[in-house]
């Protein structure tokens, strides 16, 4: 079993920055890769990026993309979103998400059916 905690979020302007923080349980973390995920009010959960289990390999959704950055710690089994230049179409309840499979096409990590465990999620509001 993996429990995922998700810290960090709060109310910030636009143009600003945060840092989430997944601290998650379990031996094997270094193994998983972890994804971020958000999910806006009355809107599906989409895709914020992942980080394979060595941290050499990230993707970003467009949305994001040279704004945002994950990082690893693996001797901390955390994970790590940080938002700059945060606009208020940022604004969602962010998860982090834990894939505990190994496959051989990052395509496989698009998708949130894929990963096993999540986390609470965390609110995150910007303001304009």
């Known amino acids: 079993q993996v429990q995922l905690v998700e810290s960090g979020g709060g109310l910030v302007q636009a143009g600003g920055s945060l840092r989430l923080s997944c601290a998650a349980s379990g031996r094997i973390f270094s193994s998983y890769v972890m994804g971020w995920f958000r999910q806006a009010p009355g809107k599906e959960r989409v895709l914020v990026g992942f980080?394979?289990?060595?941290?050499?390999?990230?993707y970003y959704a467009d949305s994001v993309k040279g704004r945002f950055t994950i990082s690893r710690d693996n001797a901390k089994n955390t994970v790590y979103l940080q938002m700059n230049s945060l606009k208020p179409e940022d604004t969602a309840v962010y998860y982090c998400?834990?894939?505990?499979?190994?496959?051989?096409?990052?395509?496989?990590?698009?998708?949130?059916?894929?990963?096993?465990?999540w986390g609470q999620g965390t609110q995150v509001t910007v303001s304009s």
């Open positions: 998400a834990a894939s505990v499979t190994t496959y051989s096409s990052s395509y496989y990590y698009y998708y949130k059916s894929n990963y096993a465990y």
């Open positions: 980080i394979n289990w060595s941290a050499s390999s990230t």
